[in-house]
Nanobody
Framework: QVSLEESGGDLVQPGGSLRLSCVSSGSRHRFNAMAWYRQAPGKERELVALSDGSRTDYVDSVKGRFTISRDNVKNTVYLQMNSLKPEDTAVYYC?????????????WGQGTQVTVSS
């Protein structure tokens, strides 16, 4: 059974940095793509950063501030977040995508809280 476990969420002041980690286990195959989503109170979940093969993509609001990276040896995906703003406050979720036989399976972590406040 596939499991994703996030860590690294915390309370941080505006302008600060955090690094989120997501460790995957239980998959017989390497994930084709991994991503970070976030959901703020009263808002829909949004895609923040995506690593798909050699391609990375970011929502406009975090470009230049966040960086997604993968360590395939450790089965871990990271989200380095710099210059944090109060509007970055949300629960951040790890997402893993596996493409097999023409279909895509999605897996989710439980989320980690990031709060940016002075």
């Amino acid at each position: 059974q596939v499991s994703l476990e996030e860590s690294g969420g915390d309370l941080v002041q505006p302008g600060g940095s955090l690094r989120l980690s997501c460790v995957s286990s239980g998959s017989r195959h390497r994930f084709n793509a991994m991503a970070w989503y976030r959901q703020a109170p009263g808002k829909e979940r949004e895609l923040v950063a995506l690593s798909d093969g050699s391609r990375t993509d970011y929502v406009d609001s975090v470009k230049g501030r966040f960086t997604i990276s993968r360590d395939n040896v450790k089965n871990t995906v990271y989200l380095q977040m710099n210059s944090l703003k109060p509007e970055d406050t949300a629960v951040y979720y790890c997402n893993a995508r596996l493409r097999l036989g023409g279909r895509e399976e999605n897996y989710w972590g439980q989320g980690t809280q990031v709060t940016v406040s002075s």
